[in-house]
C-alpha cells in the first residue's frame, strides 16, 4: 500500500505540533506501509519526501493563494497513490484535489479547526476566510477524519455538522519516550544563563494569541520572587501580538529577575534540557486540541500546569501529572478570556503552589513520565492509524 502524506511542516521546517506529528507518523508508519512524504517549502534530502515551494508568480499575493498553489502541484504528483493523507488547512486542499483527481480515498487528520481560531484573520485577512472554505470543503468531503482528541472529536462534529460522525475517530497524539526523557546536562541553561539553582517555570510555544502567552506574562508579574521564567518563542504570528508581548516582557523584566526570552526554534537537545531542568512547564493555550508540547514535558519527567481546554485534559491529569487552571472563553467567538484578570490570577496560583510544594512538583513530574510512557506511543499510533488505511483501501 502506497500513502501519500501530505504536510505543510516538515523537518526541518516544523513549527508547531502539527509538524511534530508528521514527522513521527512518517516514522512510524514507514514500518509498516509504503509512505511518501509531500510538504511545502524547501527541498528535502530525506529519501521518498519532495518538498514544493510557493511558486514564484504567487509570491506577492494572498499567503492562502500561495499554499492553494503548490497544493495544485502536490495533488498532481499523487498519481499512483493508493491514498492521500493530509494534515492541516495548508495541505487539505491537496488531499481533496488528489482523491477527486485519482479517485483514491482521503484521510484529513485534524490538529485544530480554523473556525475555532478566529483571530488567524488578523494574519491572513480575507485569506482566512479561504483557508476555512477549504477546511470545510475537504472535511465534509474526505473518507475518514482522525482527531487528535475526543475534545477535538466534539469541535468537528459541532463546527462541520455535515460530516458523518461515523467517519470521525479518535487517534490521540503520540511521544517518543526514548527521545524525550530527562537529560540532566546544563550546557544549553549555560548558553543562555539561566541558573539550574534558582526554580525554573518554561513555556514552549508560538507566539499567538492561541498560545496564550500575554496571559501568562500577566500572572508573571504574581510569582514567586526566586523562581525565573524561560520562554521559549515561536516567530509571532503579527506585528500586533508581537509588539504586545514584548511590551510585556520588557514591563515584567523590570521589574523582576531571571526572565529569560529565547527566540526561534531550539534543538530539540537544549529543549529537553530545559524540560529536564524547569521546575513546572507551563502551556496557558486559548486553544489547544492535543498539545504534543505538554507531553513532552511529561516524558522529561517535568509537572504541568495547563488550562483546562480542548484535549489538554486528556493528556495532563489533574492532581495526577499536574494542574489544570480553569478557562472559560468570551461569548464573542473570539476566543478570549470571559474574565482575564481571573485567568491570570488562577495561573499564578497555580505555579506558586508546585513553586511551594517542590515536592509535590517532583511527584507529579514522575507520574507524568510514567503516563507517556504507557499511553502515548507513536507505534501505537500508526498501528491505529493503518487500520483506518486498511479499511478504506480494502
Not at 509531500?38 to 492562502?64: F, H, I, K, Q, W
Not at 486553544?287 to 522529561?300: D, K, R, T
Not at 470571559?338 to 508546585?354: E, G, H, K, Q, V
Amino acid at each position: 500500500m502506497r500513502i501519500d502524506l501530505l504536510t505543510r511542516e516538515y523537518p526541518p521546517e516544523v513549527y508547531g505540533g502539527a509538524g511534530v506529528h508528521a514527522a513521527e507518523l512518517t516514522r512510524a508508519l514507514r514500518h509498516l506501509a509504503d509512505v511518501e512524504v509531500r510538504c511545502l517549502g524547501a527541498p528535502r534530502s530525506e529519501r521518498d519526501t519532495t518538498a514544493y515551494p510557493v511558486p514564484e508568480d504567487l509570491a506577492a499575493v494572498n499567503p492562502a493563494l500561495q499554499f492553494l498553489g503548490a497544493d495544485l502541484r502536490i495533488a498532481s504528483d499523487c498519481a499512483g497513490a493508493d491514498l492521500v493523507h493530509s494534515h492541516t488547512w495548508y495541505a487539505n486542499a491537496a488531499g481533496h484535489l488528489a482523491k477527486l483527481l485519482h479517485g483514491v480515498p482521503h484521510v484529513m487528520t485534524m490538529h485544530s479547526l480554523e473556525p475555532l481560531r478566529p483571530w488567524k484573520a488578523e494574519q491572513l485577512g480575507g485569506g482566512y476566510a479561504l483557508s476555512s472554505w477549504l477546511e470545510r470543503s475537504a472535511a465534509e468531503a474526505a473518507d475518514a477524519l482522525i482527531a487528535v482528541s475526543a475534545a477535538m472529536r466534539e469541535d468537528i462534529l459541532r463546527a462541520y455538522p455535515a460530516v458523518d460522525p461515523d467517519r470521525v475517530q479518535v487517534i490521540h497524539n503520540g511521544i517518543d519516550t526514548d527521545i524525550y526523557q530527562a537529560d540532566p546536562r546544563t550546557d544549553a541553561l549555560d548558553r543562555f544563563g539561566i541558573d539550574p539553582e534558582r526554580p525554573i517555570l518554561l513555556f514552549v510555544g508560538r507566539v499567538t494569541r492561541q498560545k496564550g502567552l500575554p496571559h501568562l506574562l500577566r500572572a508573571a508579574f504574581e510569582l514567586r520572587p526566586e523562581a525565573q521564567l524561560v520562554l521559549c518563542c515561536g516567530q509571532p504570528d503579527t506585528p500586533e501580538i508581537a509588539a504586545e508581548v514584548a511590551d510585556l516582557v520588557a514591563e515584567l523584566s523590570r521589574s523582576r529577575s531571571g526572565v529569560f526570552r529565547i527566540d526561534g526554534m531550539l534543538d530539540s537537545r537544549s529543549v529537553r534540557q530545559l524540560l529536564t531542568h524547569a521546575s513546572v512547564f507551563v502551556c496557558p493555550s486559548l486553544y489547544e486540541p492535543m498539545g504534543i508540547v505538554n507531553l513532552e514535558a511529561m516524558a522529561c519527567g517535568t509537572a504541568v500546569v495547563a488550562t483546562a481546554v480542548g484535549g489538554i485534559p486528556e493528556v495532563v491529569e489533574d492532581g495526577g501529572t499536574g494542574l489544570l487552571v480553569p478557562y472559560q472563553a468570551r461569548p464573542d467567538g473570539t476566543g478570549e478570556p470571559a474574565d482575564p484578570d481571573r485567568l491570570a490570577a488562577d495561573l499564578a496560583a497555580a505555579l506558586n503552589r508546585l513553586l511551594d510544594d517542590p515536592d509535590l512538583a517532583e511527584l507529579l513530574g514522575a507520574a507524568g513520565r510514567r503516563r507517556a510512557v504507557e499511553r502515548f506511543s507513536w507505534t501505537g499510533v500508526a498501528e491505529r492509524t493503518l487500520r483506518v488505511y486498511e479499511k478504506l483501501v480494502g
